[in-house]
């Protein structure tokens, strides 16, 4: 929800009001979604079984991703849909797919090595990285190495030691810390945190002031330091139980994948040209629209058409090799 509502709220006018919660949520919400994918790419090779099924799908889906993107970010854009389909530089939305698919292809290389080891391997590349300027966008490598910590950091994570967080009093700490560093976040947003916002989306360091620069790897250890202390708070209260809306969690692929072609067509259509930010309550119905849009775009119709998209490689795989 927190990635759609980000993405709805982007094409709105930036007001303190909005560039706060823009920054509030771009803060963590990647990093904490990268965790959750790592957390759940367990099954991705266990016991010397590798699902090979599983790249196959992502790289499946970032194709049509890519290609319907392509569609709508030009109609929304005003331009002719016309052009080359560069699938080996992306910076919007499909280039989650692709990150996780190398992520997903270099788990069996991580077998025998200590996880205090691998983590400390990608701290060092996810903050360095942003000195090289080779990396860019190219094959989303800049993002795949700047969100690499938190991802291996939930492959790392046993549910044993998610419980024993949860049950634990510093939850409390960490939901505090989560609210005192929001409020930094919005009150600090406009004259001293803009700059670096996309700091931990891979972005190279000469994009800051040049008298940062040097700084720009210290500046990212202290926004994965801010974000995981944002994760955890939000961890606590998030509620344990099973609740209506839970099967949400089963469904975040169809709806992410989704929700940015709903939003290219809502800037075609006019829809921010009408809804400004101008007043607080145009930003508070565009918040209501994107949870109702999660729910719409997370329901048992849309579901089955999408796992059937997703099985399209699986059913060409098995008619060639019949």
């Not at 919660?21 to 919400?29: A, C, K, N, P």
């Not at 080779?134 to 998610?162: C, H, I, N």
């Not at 969690?249 to 006019?270: E, F, N, S």
């Amino acid at each position: 929800m927190l990635v759609v509502i980000g993405h709805f709220l982007l094409p709105m006018e930036r007001t303190r009001f909005v560039g706060s919660l823009i920054h509030i949520i771009y803060l963590f919400h990647m990093p904490m979604f990268a965790l959750i994918s790592g957390y759940f790419a367990k099954s991705v090779y266990r016991r010397g079984n590798y699902r090979t099924d599983k790249v196959i799908r992502l790289v499946w889906l970032y194709i049509l991703f890519e290609m319907a993107v392509h569609v709508t970010e030009n109609l929304a854009a005003g331009q002719p849909v016309t052009g080359h389909i560069d699938f080996f530089h992306e910076d919007g939305a499909p280039w989650y797919l692709l990150a996780l698919v190398w992520w997903y292809l270099s788990i069996p290389c991580l077998t025998g090595l200590k996880p205090v080891v691998v983590m400390g391997v990608c701290l060092c590349l996810g903050i360095l990285g942003g000195y090289q300027d080779s990396l860019g966008d190219t094959l989303v490598m800049s993002r795949t190495l700047s969100f690499a910590p938190f991802f291996y950091g939930g492959y790392y994570w046993k549910r044993e030691q998610v419980e024993r967080y949860l049950d634990s009093r510093y939850q409390r700490l960490f939901v505090a810390g989560g609210v005192i560093l929001a409020v930094i976040t919005a009150l600090g947003t406009n004259r001293f945190l803009e700059p670096f916002g996309n700091i931990v989306y891979g972005m190279n360091y000469r994009r800051l002031a040049p008298e940062m620069y040097v700084w720009g790897g210290l500046v990212r250890a202290v926004c994965y330091l801010w974000a995981w202390v944002m994760i955890l708070g939000l961890m606590a209260v998030i509620p344990r139980s099973r609740r209506r809306w839970t099967f949400l969690g089963q469904r975040t692929l169809q709806v992410y994948i989704l929700h940015r072609l709903l939003r290219d067509m809502m800037q075609y259509w006019g829809f921010y040209e009408i809804i400004t930010s101008a007043y607080r309550r145009n930003v508070v119905f565009v918040i209501v629209l994107a949870v109702w849009a999660c729910l719409v775009l997370g329901s048992s119709c849309i579901t089955s058409v999408f796992e059937q998209i997703q099985k399209v490689p699986d059913m060409l795989y098995k008619r060639w090799k019949i």
